[in-house]
């Protein structure tokens, strides 16, 4: 048996010092340091450092290491440790789930020993330090005293109708970027008598270790934003589902990541921050900043919010009836008796079964199939079983659960059941042809081209074709490729990811993917085919010693041969002109006492000129983030009707917070670029 040994944090520990997960003070690449409770098998000691396995990887020679100390180790060696057998970091596998969940459940102590004398699993001491822990919640706080100047010292900082230049945006980490021109916050509000309706906006930068089993693989990630965006930073617009980012559950949208594998993202190009997050390697390490939502009052805690209720309840989002269930634990420990699962139709977490005998049983207002809309306050709408059961798992006596239970149809007889078989349209994905005619960001333009060429009617035209404005984000139709056997490639000026506009004189703009392939078909048959496209283009100014030549930009974005899914980046779509953009309307619905829970970053400035107003923050547990629909990297082209252009900050600010209960936001949204 192995005597763990670890060093507990000196008294005089710096938030800045502090490791955030195990709560231990080491270097960032060293591994975390735990004080076990009890003496540990060998069969669970790394060879290498000689403490319980962290994030443990086999060899194919059978012997288990830590991730990070074997990484190390490889660094230098090309062989195992222990035989000197050759090997390399690829050729490993995480260790079985078995050998992982015995780790977990590793009897731990928290490290803050003078003033929490806490014991539990290993699992459990992250969870413990962010919500329980007094002294880590100490060192948190004031840490944020030091950061934040106090509101009344910002209020008389600013001088009158400034809404631009210094800014109160109460997380960790904006702080730091109060000078950023443009960047607003009309998540945080302020009463009548100069006092915040919110407490205050609690942001955390989080590590997320992603390992890939083959390299190619997608981590499941769309991204926007970057450094020649008006947005700035880079953020994560969705999450693939059942992807590898999506099954880890650790990230989410709206997360700014700030470095990947020791690459700064803090003043990176889009397409510099796709080659790396694309690069070929067994792990990625993102440091992300993570919105938490508004810190709840003490009395707040466990409690679903008002305003989730208020969105759960909406009939015009939810097809059945939402119903308050609590848990009351014996103890901590105490299992819920709940199997939950994913189901492939429909994103989200349900219940499966309720183990008989079991506390979710006995208490008897649980049912399978119903769907789960939050656990204690956080939303699972696009949640997964996982991330549902650490919540629970973190819950103190009291679990509180929001669910949604669909209408028996078989007891509202024959007519119910012919009218629940088939959903017509969601309202909240209807969209439409913008009519706001407006100029694309800085830096991103486009130009029209257009090529005739005589044919025989048996020839191809040689291009493969994705989009149509009946897929999911209503895009153009675009050429995914232009095939060497084609008469197109002979020209030479149609480029893969040029909008299709015309053939032959007929309109494809508005057509879906299908009609577009019969047109397509029918005229290139024609001995005579001309040709009309948009092509767009994104400055290519780089500062800072950094390049990103348009040759780079065509490498990165060049289609796979086997892959039939290849999409343009994010960018590409910023120069379309306007009369290519669809547009929905999004209605929000709120208290007067609660903030719409976004930021934007655009409008009109002496600098730059007119900039459209794009979402760059959506704040965890608000209206905006409850609806589900609007998205990072949205554009808002118009607010109830009026349109944003020609509008600066402040006047768009007012007149949102002039919207007390509903405000509609008219917005044209792309995919973010796919990793």
Same mark, same amino acid.
């Given at each position: 048996?192995?005597?763990?040994?670890?060093?507990?944090?000196?008294?005089?520990?710096?938030?800045?010092?502090?490791?955030?997960?195990? &709560?231990?003070?080491?270097?960032?690449?060293?591994?975390?340091?735990?004080?076990?409770?009890?003496?540990?098998?060998?069969?669970?000691?790394?060879?290498?450092?000689?403490?319980?396995?962290?994030?443990?990887?086999?060899?194919?020679?059978?012997?288990?290491?830590?991730?990070?100390?074997?990484?190390?180790?490889?660094?230098?060696?090309?062989?195992?440790?222990?035989?000197?057998?050759?090997?390399?970091?690829?050729?490993?596998?995480?260790?079985?789930?078995?050998?992982?969940? $015995?780790?977990?459940?590793?009897?731990?102590?928290?490290?803050?020993?003078?003033?929490?004398?806490?014991?539990?699993?290993?699992?459990?001491?992250?969870?413990? %330090?962010?919500?329980?822990?007094?002294?880590?919640?100490?060192?948190?706080?004031?840490?944020?005293?030091?950061?934040?100047?106090?509101?009344?010292?910002?209020?008389?900082?600013?001088?009158?109708?400034?809404?631009?230049?210094?800014?109160?945006?109460?997380?960790?980490?904006?702080?730091?970027?109060?000078?950023?021109?443009?960047?607003?916050?009309?998540?945080?509000?302020?009463?009548?008598?100069?006092?915040?309706?919110?407490?205050?906006?609690?942001?955390?930068?989080?590590?997320?270790?992603?390992? %890939?089993?083959?390299?190619?693989?997608?981590?499941?990630?769309?991204?926007? !934003?970057?450094?020649?965006?008006?947005?700035?930073?880079?953020?994560?617009?969705?999450?693939?589902?059942?992807?590898?980012?999506?099954?880890?559950?650790?990230?989410?949208? !709206?997360?700014?990541?700030?470095?990947?594998?020791?690459?700064?993202?803090?003043?990176?190009?889009?397409?510099?921050?796709?080659?790396?997050?694309?690069?070929?390697?067994?792990?990625?390490?993102?440091?992300?900043?993570?919105?938490?939502?508004?810190?709840?009052?003490?009395?707040?805690?466990?409690?679903?919010?008002?305003?989730?209720?208020?969105?759960?309840?909406?009939?015009?989002?939810?097809?059945?009836?939402?119903?308050?269930?609590?848990?009351?634990?014996?103890?901590?420990?105490?299992?819920?008796?709940?199997?939950?699962?994913?189901?492939?139709?429909?994103?989200?977490?349900?219940?499966?079964? $309720?183990?008989?005998?079991?506390?979710?049983?006995?208490?008897?207002?649980?049912?399978?199939?119903?769907?789960? $809309?939050?656990?204690?306050?956080?939303?699972?709408?696009?949640?997964?079983?996982?991330?549902?059961?650490?919540?629970?798992?973190?819950?103190?006596?009291?679990?509180?659960?929001?669910?949604?239970?669909?209408?028996?149809?078989?007891?509202?007889?024959?007519?119910?059941?012919?009218?629940?078989?088939?959903?017509?349209?969601?309202?909240?994905?209807?969209?439409?042809?913008?009519?706001?005619?407006?100029?694309?960001? !800085?830096?991103?333009?486009? +130009?029209?081209?257009?090529?005739?060429?005589?044919?025989?009617?048996?020839?191809?035209?040689?291009?493969?074709?994705? &989009?149509?404005?009946?897929?999911?984000?209503?895009?153009?139709?675009?050429?995914?490729?232009?095939?060497?056997?084609?008469?197109?490639?002979?020209?030479?000026?149609?480029?893969?990811?040029?909008?299709?506009?015309?053939?032959?004189?007929?309109?494809? =703009?508005?057509?879906?993917?299908?009609?577009?392939?019969?047109?397509?078909?029918?005229?290139?048959?024609?001995?005579?085919?001309?040709?009309?496209?948009?092509?767009?283009?994104?400055?290519?100014?780089?500062?800072?010693?950094?390049?990103?030549?348009?040759?780079?930009?065509?490498?990165?974005?060049?289609?796979?041969?086997?892959?039939?899914?290849?999409?343009?980046?994010?960018?590409?779509?910023?120069?379309?002109?306007?009369?290519?953009?669809?547009?929905?309307?999004?209605?929000?619905?709120?208290?007067?006492?609660?903030?719409?829970?976004?930021?934007?970053?655009?409008?009109?400035?002496?600098?730059?000129?007119?900039?459209?107003?794009?979402?760059?923050?959506?704040?965890?547990? =608000?209206?905006?983030?409850?609806?589900?629909?609007?998205?990072?990297?949205?554009?808002?082209?118009?607010?109830? &009707?009026?349109? =944003?252009?020609?509008?600066?900050?402040?006047?768009?600010?007012?007149?949102?917070?002039? +919207?007390?209960?509903?405000? =509609?936001?008219?917005?044209?949204?792309?995919?973010?670029?796919?990793?």
């Amino acid at each position: 048996m192995t005597e763990p040994k670890t060093s507990p944090p000196a008294s005089g520990v710096t938030w800045a010092r502090v490791c955030k997960e195990c &709560g231990q003070c080491h270097e960032g690449q060293d591994s975390h340091l735990y004080e076990y409770q009890d003496e540990v098998d060998d069969e669970l000691v790394c060879h290498i450092c000689l403490q319980p396995l962290l994030q443990p990887m086999d060899t194919p020679c059978g012997h288990t290491y830590c991730f990070q100390c074997l990484s190390n180790f490889l660094h230098d060696q090309d062989f195992c440790p222990v035989d000197r057998q050759r090997l390399q970091l690829q050729q490993c596998r995480a260790s079985s789930l078995l050998v992982r969940n $015995l780790l977990d459940k590793l009897a731990v102590l928290c490290p803050f020993r003078s003033e929490c004398q806490q014991n539990m699993q290993r699992c459990e001491l992250q969870p413990h %330090l962010h919500n329980r822990c007094p002294a880590f919640k100490r060192l948190r706080e004031e840490a944020e005293r030091k950061k934040r100047p106090s509101w009344n010292e910002l209020k008389g900082s600013k001088s009158d109708g400034d809404l631009t230049d210094t800014k109160f945006t109460p997380s960790i980490t904006r702080t730091a970027q109060t000078s950023e021109t443009g960047l607003v916050n009309p998540a945080f509000e302020e009463g009548e008598d100069d006092t915040p309706l919110r407490s205050s906006l609690v942001a955390e930068a989080t590590v997320v270790e992603l390992f %890939l089993e083959e390299p190619e693989v997608d981590l499941g990630l769309r991204i926007v !934003g970057g450094k020649d965006t008006p947005l700035g930073n880079i953020v994560i617009q969705e999450i693939v589902r059942d992807s590898l980012a999506g099954r880890d559950g650790k990230l989410a949208p !709206g997360d700014h990541i700030l470095e990947v594998n020791d690459v700064s993202f803090a003043s990176i190009p889009h397409s510099r921050a796709i080659a790396v997050l694309r690069q070929s390697c067994s792990r990625l390490r993102l440091t992300v900043m993570q919105e938490k939502g508004f810190k709840p009052r003490p009395e707040q805690l466990a409690q679903p919010s008002a305003s989730l209720l208020s969105q759960l309840s909406n009939p015009n989002q939810n097809r059945g009836t939402v119903i308050q269930v609590t848990l009351v634990k014996r103890d901590r420990s105490e299992p819920l008796g709940i199997k939950l699962i994913r189901k492939s139709e429909e994103p989200g977490v349900f219940i499966l079964d $309720l183990l008989p005998g079991g506390l979710a049983a006995k208490d008897g207002k649980l049912r399978n199939n119903d769907k789960v $809309l939050a656990i204690n306050g956080q939303d699972l709408r696009h949640g997964t079983p996982e991330s549902a059961a650490q919540i629970i798992q973190a819950s103190e006596m009291r679990v509180n659960f929001v669910v949604m239970r669909l209408p028996d149809l078989s007891e509202e007889g024959g007519e119910g059941q012919i009218r629940g078989a088939r959903r017509g349209p969601e309202p909240q994905y209807f969209k439409r042809r913008s009519t706001y005619m407006k100029d694309p960001p !800085g830096g991103f333009s486009s +130009q029209e081209k257009t090529v005739s060429l005589k044919k025989e009617p048996r020839h191809s035209l040689g291009i493969t074709i994705a &989009g149509g404005r009946d897929c999911r984000s209503r895009l153009p139709v675009y050429i995914t490729s232009v095939q060497p056997v084609g008469c197109l490639h002979r020209d030479g000026t149609i480029k893969t990811g040029d909008v299709l506009l015309s053939i032959n004189g007929i309109d494809l =703009t508005q057509l879906t993917y299908n009609e577009a392939v019969t047109v397509l078909k029918a005229q290139a048959a024609q001995n005579t085919v001309t040709l009309q496209v948009i092509q767009t283009f994104a400055d290519k100014e780089e500062k800072d010693g950094e390049s990103s030549s348009t040759e780079d930009m065509d490498t990165l974005e060049a289609p796979k041969e086997d892959n039939v899914n290849w999409v343009p980046l994010w960018t590409r779509w910023l120069g379309l002109p306007s009369y290519m953009h669809w547009c929905r309307d999004i209605m929000l619905m709120k208290t007067n006492s609660e903030s719409w829970g976004f930021s934007i970053v655009g409008g009109y400035e002496e600098s730059h000129g007119q900039q459209p107003f794009f979402i760059k923050t959506i704040v965890p547990g =608000t209206p905006a983030h409850f609806d589900g629909r609007l998205k990072c990297g949205d554009e808002i082209v118009a607010v109830n &009707g009026v349109t =944003t252009v020609g509008m600066n900050n402040s006047s768009l600010i007012p007149m949102l917070k002039l +919207q007390k209960n509903k405000v =509609t936001l008219t917005v044209v949204s792309w995919p973010g670029s796919l990793v």
